[in-house]
């Protein structure tokens, strides 16, 4: 059984007015659906394909953002940071093994950069200066994490996270971690897809419904309406 399950008796009254909250631009650093400045530093396109791995809180939530960005072709739901034995979430949502819940996206670098998808993640897909948590979820493994796949990566999400503080965009310093050299794997097929399938679900409806739709609102120009949704045996790979 899933423990991001809510009773309907408590949440009912709270559905609309926290999605209604969410929808609002604002500055607060609990609210993560304002617009940050792009990074200064970004990568220059090469390859026809390449690779993120970012984390923000449960896995849900981030993938439902990045699967309806234009110019992502997939993002699938897993975990980085700790071990392959341990990549499971049974085991990772004790908080012991150092993994935590991240999502793998595979995009154009001729459509969208690098520094772009990091724009979009610390403006709405979570609140990058909460420490070890994301809302009603807390623990290290759902810390706001950045996974380089590359040196360049690592370069310029450390910039940007530098240019981030030093121009106080946020009330409270950016907390999110750059941790290179970590393996990505695969989460078990129930968790791909989930904020599509599950719609309604109360916790996708008050924590991460909201983030798709400040997507919608703040960048109008990456906002594909028809998410790009994975295979259970493509997340395998």
């Given at each position: 059984?899933?423990?991001?399950?809510?009773?309907?008796?408590?949440v009912?009254?709270?559905?609309?007015?926290?999605?209604?909250a969410?929808?609002?631009?604002t500055?607060?650093?609990a609210?993560?659906?304002?617009?940050?400045?792009?990074p200064?530093?970004?990568e220059?396109?090469?390859?026809?394909?390449?690779t993120?791995?970012l984390?923000g809180?449960c896995f849900w939530?981030v993938?439902g953002v990045?699967?309806?960005?234009d110019?992502?072709?997939a993002?699938?739901s897993g975990y980085?940071?700790?071990?392959?034995d341990?990549?499971h979430?049974d085991?990772?949502?004790?908080?012991?093994?150092g993994?935590?819940?991240?999502v793998k996206i595979t995009?154009?670098?001729h459509?969208?950069?690098?520094g772009r998808?990091l724009?979009i993640?610390?403006s709405?897909?979570?609140?990058?200066?909460?420490?070890?948590?994301?809302g009603?979820?807390?623990?290290?493994?759902?810390?706001s994490a950045i996974?380089?796949?590359?040196?360049?990566?690592a370069?310029?999400?450390?910039?940007y996270?530098?240019?981030?503080n030093?121009?106080?965009?946020?009330?409270?310093a950016v907390?999110t971690s750059v941790e290179?050299?970590?393996?990505f794997?695969p989460?078990?097929a129930?968790h791909q897809n989930y904020?599509?399938?599950?719609p309604n679900?109360?916790?996708?409806?008050?924590?991460?419904?909201?983030?798709?739709?400040?997507l919608e609102?703040?960048?109008?120009?990456?906002?594909?309406?028809?998410?790009?949704?994975?295979?259970t045996?493509?997340?395998?790979?």
């Amino acid at each position: 059984m899933l423990k991001r399950t809510l009773s309907w008796s408590v949440v009912a009254a709270l559905v609309v007015a926290a999605g209604v909250a969410r929808l609002t631009t604002t500055s607060s650093a609990a609210e993560p659906t304002q617009m940050v400045p792009p990074p200064a530093t970004d990568e220059k396109a090469s390859a026809s394909s390449e690779t993120a791995v970012l984390a923000g809180g449960c896995f849900w939530g981030v993938q439902g953002v990045f699967q309806h960005v234009d110019g992502v072709t997939a993002a699938v739901s897993g975990y980085a940071g700790g071990a392959a034995d341990t990549a499971h979430y049974d085991m990772t949502s004790t908080g012991s093994t150092g993994h935590a819940e991240s999502v793998k996206i595979t995009y154009d670098p001729h459509r969208i950069s690098y520094g772009r998808l990091l724009q979009i993640y610390f403006s709405v897909a979570h609140d990058p200066t909460e420490l070890n948590r994301q809302g009603p979820d807390s623990g290290t493994q759902y810390r706001s994490a950045i996974f380089p796949q590359n040196p360049d990566q690592a370069r310029i999400a450390t910039a940007y996270i530098a240019q981030l503080n030093q121009a106080k965009v946020f009330p409270a310093a950016v907390v999110t971690s750059v941790e290179p050299d970590k393996q990505f794997y695969p989460a078990e097929a129930y968790h791909q897809n989930y904020l599509t399938l599950h719609p309604n679900q109360p916790y996708i409806a008050i924590n991460d419904l909201p983030k798709v739709s400040a997507l919608e609102q703040l960048f109008p120009d990456r906002y594909r309406q028809s998410p790009v949704l994975v295979e259970t045996a493509q997340a395998a790979k």
